[in-house]
Structures are given as C-alpha cells and as structure tokens.
C-alpha cells in the first residue's frame, strides 16, 4: 500500500482497504480479523471500553487472526466550561427520558480512561495506534515508536495535521464532513465542513506525512478516486456497518436497511460533539438547543438511547451513518472486502 517499512520492518497490508473503529457497539474482534483475513487492514475501537474490556478484546483479535491490526483511543476533551448549558439542555430533553421510563445520566467529565489504554497498547505492541478527538504529546508518540507502534492522527484541517506532525504522527487520519460518526478535529469547535478530496488535496499537497482518506466511501470506485487525489488508503466504517460480523444493534441494521431515514445530518445532539448520523427525531429536535460538552452529553442522553434501542424505539438512539449509507449491505465482512477490491481494480 505503500507505507513502507517506517518502523520495526512493519508495514500496512499492500491492500488499501482499512476499517474504520467504530466505537459503542459496532466494531467487534470478529470483524476486525475478518477484515483483516480478507486482506484489509482491521482497528479494535478503543473508545467507551474500560481498559480491562479493550485487554479482552486485543486478545479476541488476537486470537481470531494473526495479522497485524490497529487500536483506536480517544483523546481526553476538555471539560465543559458552562455548566448552565449542561442543565438547561438536560430540562429539555427529560420529557424524553419520562417517555421511556428512565433517568437522565450524570452529565459527568471523564478521560476515557487515556493514560491507562495508552499504556496498555505499549505494551501490548499494537502495529497501529489511531487517535481521535485530539493528538497524543510528543513525549506519548515516543513512548509508542520505542514499542514498535505507528502513529495516526484524525484531522480535519491543515492546521490539525501541522500540529500532528509536530508531535510526530507517522500517519494522518483526513476526515471529510462526509464521514459518519463522530468528527475528529480538535483544534476548533466549529463543524467540520470540508470534503474529503479537498481535505486530502490540501494535506497532501502541503506535508510529506502519508495520508489515509476516509467519509462517506462506500465503493471500490469511491476508494479509487480517494487513492487518486494522493492518499495511500481509505478507511471506511458505514459500510462495514451491516456486515455479518458487527455488533451493530438490531434497530439500528434495520434503519439504515430498510432506509427509514432519508437522509444524514451533523448533530451533537447526543454527545455535545458534532457527529453524522440518520436525521432522525430525536437530532432534529434537539440539535439547536445541545451546546458544546463532550463526554458531559453523551453521559447525560446514554440512558435514553439504551433505552430506546432496546424498546426498538428508532426516534431516539443514534444511529452514525456516512454520507454514502444508502449503499450499505448486510453481508459478511470477506464479501465486503471482496467486492470493493474487484470494484477497486475495475476503477483502476
């Protein structure tokens, strides 16, 4: 694939197919070694899971493939600084919580947990460690190079990228405004507005740090065009969404399957961070009145959406869609792979 050999003699897969982690349910050991066994490159998502919970499943990966995979941390965000937003948007959303017969969460600050899974990727000498919501110090980068482990950061800007490359990233994660599920950017809190291939065009043209592309490809003919803007591979999550092996809910397959939503939209309505996702009820109506806090948010609305998504209730939970999720199938992980290699091929 071309990231040849930057450290320790590793290098990616020569297939330019990466799944994307997607935190909270979805990705599971099981496919992240099916996609790894069928060429791809696989990410354990990190995020939301005690470290003992992302020890068991670095093993369960382990043990199902032993080809090389990536671990994906979420940098600590800082703790909100207006704690009356945080109460008037809990006022606003409680009649949703007495619908579904629950209590709202503790609107509470937590580091998910960083410095521990930090160490424990170390440790455990993961080929690649990904970071979102922020950049890791120089001093953690070469806490991972002296492991053996490459870096990548999530940007969303030229300005992010300098700043990773400054910290001494390996590897830069772009995040176009097609991507579902969360944004990545950490210098501002602004929305995120820039297309993939522009965001790649940018980076690319600028730096000399390899870039992988990712939001919204969903075909073989999506990554050919990301690969031919300059990026040496694409991530890709939605589409991996339904495949056999995920943990996706059931509602959640359902919507996206049966397309009860038409179209996506960038909320923070459930986490207090803009995240893509299906425009269903609950980010229509709250979207306006959710401020800036994460994780404080997405402490407050998680009993709401467990709730509701063990009721079968779609109005509510969030269900993180890319741009292209029309398109997504339920199929299993090595036909996803297979298809967009051959579609891949066919484009090239």
Known sequence: MGVAAMRGGWSLSDQPLIQAPMAGGPSTPALTAAVARAGGFGFVAGGYLSTRQLDEQIAATSALSDVPFGVNLFCPSVPAERPELLERYARAIQ???????????????????????????????????????????????DELHRAGCLVAVTVTSLAEARFAEERGADLLLAQGTEAGGHQGGFLELAANETALLDLVDELTGSLSLPVVGSGGVMTGTDVARVLDHGAIAVALGTAFLCAHEAGTSTIYREVLLEQTYETTML???????????????????????????????????????????????????????GQGWKRVRAEPAAVIVARLVEELHAAR
């Not at 580091?111 to 455990?124: N, P, T």
């Not at 459930?270 to 109506?285: I, V, Y």
Request: aromatic share 10%; hydrophobic share 40%.
């Open 267 to 321: 909320t923070r309505a459930f986490s207090g961070r803009f995240a893509r996702g299906l425009a269903n009820e609950f980010a229509r109506r709250y979207s306006e009145a959710a401020p800036a806090a994460y994780p404080e948010i997405h402490h407050l609305t998680r009993p709401l959406r467990t709730a509701a998504t063990s009721q079968q209730d779609p109005t509510t939970p969030n269900f993180w869609a």
């Open 95 to 141: 009649p949703e919580a007495e619908r579904l017969g629950v209590s709202l969460g503790e609107p509470l600050w937590d580091g998910d947990s960083f410095g521990e899974k930090l160490g424990l990727v170390a440790d455990r000498g993961i080929a690649l460690v990904s970071f979102t919501f922020g950049c890791p110090r120089a001093a953690e980068t």
